[in-house]
């Protein structure tokens, strides 16, 4: 019997001191779920992205500094808190690649979840504390800390975290930004909150090709790299390296 080799997942990565850099929680999360982990610098070769998809079985979008507000219609920001700009081009490039042109099996974390909603044409709160108004006993810090999140039943991650029901689940949260709710992106949907309505997950809309095809294309706000000790988030990881098994070598 010959041994199917273990999937390759593709990391995105920060450009930062002249070199490329991938925080390690991610790529201990890759390795302890099965995977093995392949690092993808951003390239102003943009034609490459074909070739690049075609040798992984699946994706991790990481996340960052914020994507240029010009990709979704925004307010310009301060220089400092974008990502650089070939990082920028490239990631959007990806993005849309492996979204619009493969099945490929997608994580996007954090701001690669952001990335995902605005590379199919999806808008961004910019700054939650000065755009987004909530009763003040509802108030969730997002910056720094953990907060619950309330994960929808019968969605597509609420089946593969707990076969359907709703769940709750302690997270960790370092962003400033959020995914608008009313538009999550083409084929997207919002399909968990936290307490003040923010959106902290993103999974395939029940109209889209995408979930009459169960394709693994999840979103999610937190940073579950972070919490791998917790079997809930090392679970996303485990069902990103099956979907890339089966969809690299089919069921059997």
């Not at 102003?44 to 079985?57: F, K, N, T, Y």
């Not at 109209?207 to 919490?227: C, D, L, N, T």
Request: overall charge negative.
């Amino acid at each position: 019997m010959i041994r199917k080799r273990r999937p390759i997942i593709g990391l995105n990565t920060s450009l930062s001191g002249g070199g490329v850099e991938v925080p390690y929680s991610y790529v201990e999360a890759v390795i302890s779920a099965g995977g093995i982990p392949l690092l993808i610098p951003p390239s102003a070769d943009l034609d490459a992205i074909r070739e690049i998809s075609s040798r992984v079985d699946g994706f991790i979008f990481i996340g960052g500094q914020d994507y240029s507000p010009k990709h979704y219609g925004g307010h310009p920001q301060p220089e400092e808190e974008l990502i650089h700009p070939l990082r920028d081009r490239f990631d959007f490039a990806l993005a849309h690649y492996v979204l619009e042109k493969t099945e490929i099996p997608v994580l996007g974390i954090c701001g690669g979840m952001q990335l995902m909603t605005i590379a199919r044409e999806g808008k961004l709160i910019q700054d939650i504390r000065n755009e987004w108004s909530i009763q003040q006993d509802k108030a969730v810090n997002h910056k720094e800390g953990r907060h619950e999140v309330k994960i929808l039943a019968h969605t597509y991650l609420a089946e593969l975290l707990a076969s359907g029901e709703g769940l709750t689940l302690v997270t960790n949260t370092s962003h400033h930004q959020a995914v608008q709710p009313q538009a999550p992106g083409r084929g997207f949907k919002p399909c968990a909150y936290s307490l003040d309505g923010i959106v902290e997950a993103i999974e395939p809309d029940a109209a889209s090709s995408w979930a009459r095809e169960k394709r693994f294309v999840i979103g999610v706000q937190w940073h579950p790299e972070r919490m791998i000790s917790d079997l809930y988030q090392l679970s996303l990881f485990n069902h990103l390296i099956e979907a890339a098994q089966k969809w690299r070598w089919g069921k059997a």
